[in-house]
């Protein structure tokens, strides 16, 4: 096998060939025999009663063929929740009704009311408007605090509240916790903001229907990060179509970030309509579309406090946390604040003791739910704000502060329920402080006050749970489905090799990576290798891809149908050998027994496979094709740390970021390059947050922020190059290749390390009042808070 393939190896991504010459197949890009078209009709305000829905005139235009509206659902299923969460009193969180068209009323502005289905996209436009919607406008529940007061407009009236659950964790820490708060020689108290953010994946999302009357079999074409999990939850709960019945097919996805998870209204409506009509039923986003449809990221508003003692050791943390569910329940959105947040609040801290409360709360705006990091960036954004506040409250070094109180033997039991298995946070920290230069900042931070700006470093650290899992246990903290992975591996006669994976690529690089694992494991050349994933018809059943699991678990998956195979092939290599089976070794595609020069081809043993004329078929079946399940003993735990210098300007409050570094801990890495990217990715869309990024509501559920003219997503100039590091992986201790993950980290390690630079830039231009700014840390933002 050439030095330069397998594990370990830059190899240069194989489906970028397909991107960049224009060849990839989006689900844009599918188009079938007898395709109609269909435009929703959304709501243009965000709480009203839907008094009457008139389609008459509308139906009588040229190319329309059906409209349907909210009744034509009625004693269809809604879309279901994939996750229930239980309060701190024992109580199952509500579950309102999520219609696929409303019905009865409108929640929020986007909610679609009717389907237009035309010959023509421009057809189902025109008679759209036409429809006559009388709707009783209502006041709207926006902003979370006053949304849980007595009095409130009620987004849903059958639960009689916005509240949807009041979780607190670990509640049996409750007691302990206040106790330390009050013996505690300090405490730092923060309140901050997780702003909302709109996702913004590249390719809007799509989805075709389509049905087979012959067969009464359906299809839906769709933007998918998880087939199988849509497959599920639209056949089995909405449309009660039986799952041999129903294919679902994720081709090429322009990015997904966690938008795509979820299954939505849209989908199922093109499936069922295409029943309905007996042919094909296509939806493309608009941009616009996407603004008020796709399922939002973050929306947090929490209070956190940060107990230590005499000697700065943390004694106790505990916050009181506001999340936006918006106006129903995406997919996933219960875990994201609860499970996905609380249970990495320890962060890379031994602190004993650890308080979560969070609300999750109604409003009339758009669902709220994982987006890249899923609760893990709120978690660390919290942690390393508070910590840097109680650094400089108590006027010692940040770096100092975090080393002192960092975990330091493993494996660790944390307070909050979960157990990390392998890290080394000061070594991390060794590397940044290196690549960064921290050494130098004294001197650039000189050089930028003779120019009258303003220099900050900023330093965080981080650590993530993901790969999600184990089933068992995510089943217990309320999650409606497995979270194992799959793969098959089918050999050829010729020896190429097909691999059927459950996990989904959507710019994760898997028809790269995937081969590198298994010809290190075989020994074959990469190129004789090919990942098929995205279709239910061909794969088996998985979770798909999400919370950085591809690698530690559809990866394992992938390892152990390739141990089977190995294990067959050396049964056959035994036979054509004339040796014991214990003897065969596999190295560098060659089978040969130990002790001996005698040894057979790779590609021989497999044509043996399925031409079996020299063993016994009564020992050994024909073929050569293995399926395996994995699911995981725990998640795996990435980790680092991260350092962002900024420059302020004190007339105008702009800030630029000027350099960034990432020192994070991956576990064993098998592409590099593809890791360094996703690093680099995840870290730009952590900058948006901080600096750019903010989906904003009046007072009425109005969306300020709509289109690319108000929302403002970050631009090369907004980003410096990048300073990336992962030399110092600690290997996971439970999955076989020993991986962890790393398609989060930027996200989750960047947001806390602009707002430390920036409040370490202003207080050290005098401004000593300065403690924290909201994110986004817009130029007014900043200036203002240096204007008290």
């Given at each position: 096998?050439?030095?330069?393939q397998?594990?370990?190896a830059s190899?240069k991504?194989?489906?970028?060939?397909?991107f960049?010459?224009?060849?990839?197949?989006y689900t844009d890009?599918?188009?079938?025999?007898?395709?109609l078209?269909?435009?929703?009709l959304r709501?243009d305000?965000?709480?009203?009663?839907?008094n009457?829905v008139?389609?008459?005139?509308?139906?009588?235009?040229?190319?329309?063929?059906r409209?349907?509206?909210?009744a034509?659902?009625?004693?269809i299923?809604g879309?279901p929740?994939?996750?229930?969460?239980?309060?701190?009193?024992g109580?199952?969180?509500?579950e309102?009704?999520?219609p696929?068209?409303a019905?009865?009323?409108v929640?929020h502005?986007?909610?679609p009311i009717?389907?237009?289905?035309?010959?023509?996209?421009?057809?189902?436009?025109?008679a759209?408007e036409?429809?006559e919607?009388d709707i009783?406008e209502l006041?709207?529940?926006v902003d979370?605090?006053e949304?849980v007061k007595?009095?409130?407009?009620?987004v849903?009236?059958d639960?009689g509240t916005?509240?949807?659950?009041d979780?607190?964790?670990?509640?049996?820490?409750k007691?302990?916790t206040?106790?330390?708060f009050?013996n505690?020689a300090?405490?730092?108290?923060?309140?901050?903001?997780n702003?909302?953010?709109?996702a913004n994946p590249?390719?809007?999302?799509?989805?075709?229907?389509?049905?087979?009357r012959a067969n009464d079999?359906?299809?839906l074409?769709?933007?998918s990060?998880?087939?199988?999990?849509i497959?599920?939850?639209?056949?089995?709960?909405v449309?009660?179509i039986?799952?041999?019945?129903?294919r679902v097919?994720?081709?090429?996805?322009?990015?997904?970030f966690?938008?795509?998870i979820?299954?939505?209204a849209?989908?199922?409506?093109?499936t069922?309509?295409?029943r309905?009509?007996?042919r094909?039923v296509k939806?493309?986003?608009?941009?616009s579309?996407a603004f008020?449809?796709?399922?939002?990221?973050?929306?947090h508003?929490t209070k956190i406090e940060?107990?230590?003692?005499a000697?700065?050791n943390?004694?106790?943390?505990?916050?009181?946390?506001y999340a936006?569910?918006g106006a129903y329940l995406?997919?996933?959105?219960?875990?994201?604040p609860?499970?996905?947040?609380g249970t990495?609040m320890?962060?890379?801290?031994k602190t004993p003791l650890?308080?979560?409360?969070?609300?999750a709360v109604?409003t009339?705006t758009?669902?709220?739910?994982a987006y890249r990091?899923a609760?893990?960036?709120e978690a660390t954004?919290q942690i390393e704000?508070?910590?840097?506040k109680?650094?400089r409250?108590l006027n010692?070094?940040?770096?100092?502060l975090?080393r002192?109180n960092f975990?330091?033997?493993?494996?660790y039991?944390t307070p909050?329920a979960?157990?990390?298995?392998?890290g080394?946070y000061?070594?991390t920290?060794?590397t940044?402080?290196?690549?960064a230069?921290?050494?130098?900042?004294?001197a650039?931070?000189?050089?930028?006050?003779?120019?009258?700006?303003?220099?900050?470093l900023?330093?965080?650290?981080?650590?993530?749970?993901?790969?999600?899992?184990p089933?068992n246990?995510v089943?217990?903290l309320?999650?409606?489905a497995g979270?194992?992975?799959?793969?098959?591996?089918?050999v050829?006669?010729t020896?190429g090799?097909t691999v059927m994976?459950g996990?989904?690529s959507?710019?994760?690089g898997?028809?790269?990576?995937?081969?590198?694992v298994?010809?290190?494991?075989?020994?074959?050349?990469e190129e004789?290798?090919?990942?098929k994933?995205?279709?239910?018809?061909n794969t088996p059943?998985?979770?798909?891809?999400?919370?950085?699991?591809?690698?530690a678990v559809?990866?394992?998956a992938m390892?152990?149908?390739?141990e089977k195979?190995?294990?067959k092939?050396?049964?056959?290599?035994?036979h054509?050998?004339e040796?014991?089976e214990?003897?065969?070794e596999?190295?560098?595609?060659t089978?040969?027994v130990?002790?001996t020069?005698?040894?057979v081809a790779w590609g021989?043993?497999?044509?043996a496979?399925y031409?079996?004329?020299?063993?016994?078929l009564?020992d050994?079946e024909?073929?050569?094709?293995e399926t395996?399940?994995y699911?995981?003993?725990n998640?795996?735990?990435p980790s680092?740390?991260?350092?962002c210098?900024?420059?302020?300007d004190?007339d105008?409050g702009?800030?630029t970021?000027?350099?960034?570094?990432a020192?994070d801990?991956f576990?064993?890495?098998v592409?590099?390059?593809i890791?360094?990217?996703?690093v680099h990715?995840?870290?730009?869309?952590g900058i948006?947050q901080?600096l750019l990024?903010n989906?904003a509501?009046d007072?009425?559920?109005q969306?300020?922020?709509a289109?690319?003219?108000?929302?403002a997503?970050?631009?090369?100039?907004?980003?410096?190059?990048?300073?990336?590091?992962?030399?110092?992986g600690t290997?996971?201790t439970?999955?076989p290749?020993?991986?962890k993950g790393?398609?989060e980290?930027?996200?989750?390690g960047?947001?806390p390390?602009?707002?430390?630079a920036?409040?370490?830039?202003?207080?050290?231009?005098g401004?000593?009042?300065?403690?924290h700014?909201d994110?986004?840390?817009?130029?007014s933002r900043?200036?203002?808070a240096m204007?008290k």
């Amino acid at each position: 096998m050439p030095k330069d393939q397998g594990i370990g190896a830059s190899t240069k991504r194989r489906e970028d060939v397909r991107f960049l010459t224009g060849t990839g197949n989006y689900t844009d890009d599918i188009n079938l025999h007898g395709q109609l078209y269909v435009h929703f009709l959304r709501s243009d305000v965000a709480h009203g009663k839907i008094n009457s829905v008139d389609t008459s005139a509308a139906s009588a235009m040229d190319g329309v063929v059906r409209i349907f509206t909210g009744a034509d659902f009625e004693g269809i299923g809604g879309l279901p929740c994939g996750w229930q969460v239980t309060d701190k009193h024992g109580e199952p969180m509500k579950e309102p009704a999520h219609p696929v068209l409303a019905q009865g009323k409108v929640r929020h502005v986007g909610d679609p009311i009717a389907a237009v289905v035309a010959e023509s996209v421009q057809a189902a436009r025109d008679a759209a408007e036409a429809i006559e919607v009388d709707i009783e406008e209502l006041p709207a529940a926006v902003d979370m605090k006053e949304a849980v007061k007595d009095g409130a407009p009620l987004v849903h009236d059958d639960i009689g509240t916005n509240l949807c659950y009041d979780w607190g964790f670990v509640e049996e820490n409750k007691a302990a916790t206040d106790e330390a708060f009050a013996n505690a020689a300090h405490v730092t108290t923060l309140e901050l903001k997780n702003n909302r953010l709109v996702a913004n994946p590249m390719e809007p999302r799509v989805a075709v229907g389509d049905y087979n009357r012959a067969n009464d079999e359906s299809t839906l074409y769709t933007t998918s990060q998880n087939p199988h999990v849509i497959r599920l939850l639209m056949g089995a709960f909405v449309l009660g179509i039986p799952e041999h019945k129903l294919r679902v097919v994720a081709p090429d996805v322009g990015g997904g970030f966690g938008t795509k998870i979820f299954h939505y209204a849209e989908e199922a409506f093109c499936t069922f309509a295409a029943r309905q009509l007996a042919r094909p039923v296509k939806w493309t986003s608009t941009r616009s579309e996407a603004f008020m449809s796709d399922a939002h990221g973050r929306d947090h508003v929490t209070k956190i406090e940060l107990a230590l003692d005499a000697d700065n050791n943390f004694t106790a943390l505990r916050t009181e946390t506001y999340a936006n569910m918006g106006a129903y329940l995406s997919t996933f959105a219960p875990s994201v604040p609860t499970w996905l947040h609380g249970t990495l609040m320890a962060g890379n801290y031994k602190t004993p003791l650890i308080y979560v409360n969070v609300k999750a709360v109604f409003t009339n705006t758009v669902p709220v739910d994982a987006y890249r990091g899923a609760g893990r960036p709120e978690a660390t954004f919290q942690i390393e704000r508070v910590i840097d506040k109680a650094a400089r409250e108590l006027n010692v070094d940040p770096i100092a502060l975090r080393r002192q109180n960092f975990i330091t033997e493993f494996p660790y039991a944390t307070p909050v329920a979960v157990e990390y298995d392998t890290g080394d946070y000061n070594a991390t920290m060794n590397t940044l402080e290196e690549i960064a230069d921290l050494s130098g900042f004294a001197a650039r931070r000189a050089e930028s006050e003779k120019r009258g700006m303003l220099r900050g470093l900023g330093v965080n650290c981080y650590i993530e749970a993901c790969g999600i899992a184990p089933s068992n246990l995510v089943g217990q903290l309320g999650a409606r489905a497995g979270l194992y992975e799959s793969a098959t591996v089918r050999v050829n006669a010729t020896g190429g090799i097909t691999v059927m994976t459950g996990s989904h690529s959507h710019g994760q690089g898997h028809e790269t990576a995937f081969p590198q694992v298994i010809s290190e494991m075989i020994g074959i050349p990469e190129e004789m290798i090919e990942i098929k994933h995205g279709d239910t018809a061909n794969t088996p059943m998985g979770m798909g891809t999400y919370g950085s699991r591809s690698l530690a678990v559809g990866g394992s998956a992938m390892v152990r149908a390739a141990e089977k195979v190995i294990n067959k092939a050396k049964k056959i290599a035994a036979h054509l050998l004339e040796a014991a089976e214990a003897d065969i070794e596999l190295k560098d595609g060659t089978f040969s027994v130990a002790g001996t020069d005698k040894s057979v081809a790779w590609g021989d043993v497999t044509l043996a496979a399925y031409v079996p004329h020299n063993y016994p078929l009564e020992d050994i079946e024909p073929g050569l094709e293995e399926t395996a399940f994995y699911d995981p003993s725990n998640f795996t735990y990435p980790s680092g740390a991260y350092c962002c210098e900024v420059e302020v300007d004190p007339d105008t409050g702009k800030v630029t970021i000027e350099s960034f570094a990432a020192a994070d801990d991956f576990g064993n890495i098998v592409n590099p390059m593809i890791v360094s990217g996703q690093v680099h990715g995840g870290i730009a869309q952590g900058i948006g947050q901080a600096l750019l990024e903010n989906c904003a509501y009046d007072e009425n559920g109005q969306l300020l922020s709509a289109s690319y003219m108000d929302y403002a997503m970050p631009r090369a100039s907004d980003v410096p190059f990048y300073q990336v590091d992962h030399s110092n992986g600690t290997p996971c201790t439970h999955n076989p290749l020993g991986v962890k993950g790393c398609g989060e980290a930027g996200a989750i390690g960047t947001p806390p390390a602009v707002i430390n630079a920036i409040v370490d830039a202003l207080r050290s231009g005098g401004h000593d009042h300065v403690y924290h700014i909201d994110m986004p840390a817009s130029p007014s933002r900043v200036w203002a808070a240096m204007q008290k």
